[in-house]
Each structure stands twice: as structure tokens, then as C-alpha cells.
T-cell receptor
Framework: EPEVTQTPSHQVTQMGQEVILRCVPI?????FYWYRQILGQKVEFLVS????????KSEIFDDQFSVERPDGSNFTLKIRSTKLEDSAMYFC???????????FGPGTRLTVT | GENVEQHPSTLSVQEGDSAVIKCTYS??????FPWYKQELGKGPQLIID?????GEKKDQRIAVTLNKTAKHFSLHITETQPEDSAVYFC???????????FGKGTTLSVSS
């Protein structure tokens, strides 16, 4: 069964450093998302991406964040200057069309020290 | 924007009992309501969903009901098994293709 994959599974970085989280969505999917989950809390929406542009973003997704689909398979989330409060599990999700199910990847645990 | 409330935050049942988790939403324009199961260290996995043109949907031991007038929807798990133990999240989406807004989750523990 096709699945969303994410790398790395765990990233440790120092405050102020840039990180790039990578996702490979399911191959025929057209809509892509990033969510985050701070330990013990609910899953929060960050950004959605369709047709090579951001279609929706939350208040969390400020100027420190950016997304990119650099080629036909990868979807990346960049945090320019990480803060301690960016420590969370980051999930990528994709869906085939506007009415379909969102499939989530296994997540990347980001730890900012 | 949409706000989703979920209750209870924890639920403990005996194997074989039923479990019910309830969610309310605020935006009457929401039309898609999925339920996700999250096991430790993994991403959320869809277990069942319902759209606003349907009042109830069932898949084996799992069912979801939707009351659009009251703006609430519920997950029902019958004949619970220890492997049902996980965190369950409800979510809502206001229009096709848009973000899911999640509830805070319910930790279900099924003891044998």
C-alpha cells in the first residue's frame, strides 16, 4: 500500500539553526500538508500546498517557515531560525484530490536545544 | 475559524465493552469529519470518516454519527479489544481540500 514517508525520523538542532524536514507524498496525490504536534497536545495545521503554491496557512506558519516542492516527489518544510518552542513532531500529509482522505506520514521529531 | 472540542480526554474500558467519544464543532460550514487513531510514535491513521450529507456510517466494530443541527459527531467502538488502545482524534474540515482542525484527543485504554 502506498504511504507517505518522512526523513529524518528525529532531528536535533541548536536554537537559531535552520532545519529542513523532508516528505515524500504518495505519488499521485495533489494536495500536501504540514502539521505539528507538540508533545501531549493536539495536532495543529501549519500549511497546505496545491498546484505549486500555498493554498492555506495558519497563524503558526510565520515568516520563519517556508515550504517547497523542489521536484516531482519531495515536499519540504524549512524553519529558518529554530526556537525552543519549535520542538514538536512534524507530520506531512497528502491527499489525492480535494475530497479524499488525508494520509499522514510517520512524522519527524524535531528537538531544539 | 473552526474550533473542535473533544470529550473525554481519557477513557478506560474493559475488553468487550463499548467506547464512545464525542466531538463538537463551531463552524456550520464544516462538511467533512474524519476520525484518526494514533499509536505511540506513529502518525495519525484514518479509521472512519463521515460527510455532512450522511447521518451515520458503520465499518465493522466502528461507527460514527453526525448531528448537523447540534454540530456534534461521535465515534462508537463496540466489542473493544486491547489493540484498540490508542489516542483517538476527531477533526473537521470546512471545505474540500482545506486543512483539518483536530480535537485534543482521547486516550482510550482497553484492559483485558
Amino acid at each position: 500500500e502506498p504511504e507517505v514517508t518522512q526523513t529524518p525520523s528525529h532531528q536535533v538542532t541548536q536554537m537559531g539553526q535552520e532545519v529542513i524536514l523532508r516528505c515524500v507524498p504518495i505519488s499521485n496525490h495533489l494536495y500536501f500538508y504540514w502539521y505539528r504536534q507538540i508533545l501531549g497536545q493536539k495536532v495543529e495545521f501549519l500549511v497546505s500546498f496545491y498546484n505549486n503554491e500555498i493554498s492555506e496557512k495558519s497563524e503558526i506558519f510565520d515568516d520563519q517557515f517556508s515550504v517547497e516542492r523542489p521536484d516531482g516527489s519531495n515536499f519540504t518544510l524549512k524553519i529558518r531560525s529554530t526556537k525552543l518552542e519549535d520542538s514538536a513532531m512534524y507530520f506531512c500529509a497528502s491527499r489525492e484530490d480535494s475530497l479524499g482522505e488525508q494520509y499522514f506520514g510517520p512524522g519527524t521529531r524535531l528537538t531544539v536545544t | 475559524g473552526e474550533n473542535v472540542e473533544q470529550h473525554p480526554s481519557t477513557l478506560s474500558v474493559q475488553e468487550g465493552d463499548s467506547a464512545v467519544i464525542k466531538c463538537t464543532y463551531s463552524d456550520s460550514a464544516s462538511n467533512y469529519f474524519p476520525w484518526y487513531k494514533q499509536e505511540l510514535g506513529k502518525g495519525p491513521q484514518l479509521i472512519i470518516d463521515i460527510r455532512s450529507n450522511v447521518g451515520e456510517k458503520k465499518d465493522q466494530r466502528i461507527a460514527v454519527t453526525l448531528n448537523k443541527t447540534a454540530k456534534h459527531f461521535s465515534l462508537h467502538i463496540t466489542e473493544t479489544q486491547p489493540e484498540d488502545s490508542a489516542v483517538y482524534f476527531c477533526a473537521a474540515s470546512t471545505k474540500a481540500g482545506t486543512a483539518l482542525i483536530f480535537g485534543k484527543g482521547t486516550t482510550l485504554s482497553v484492559s483485558s
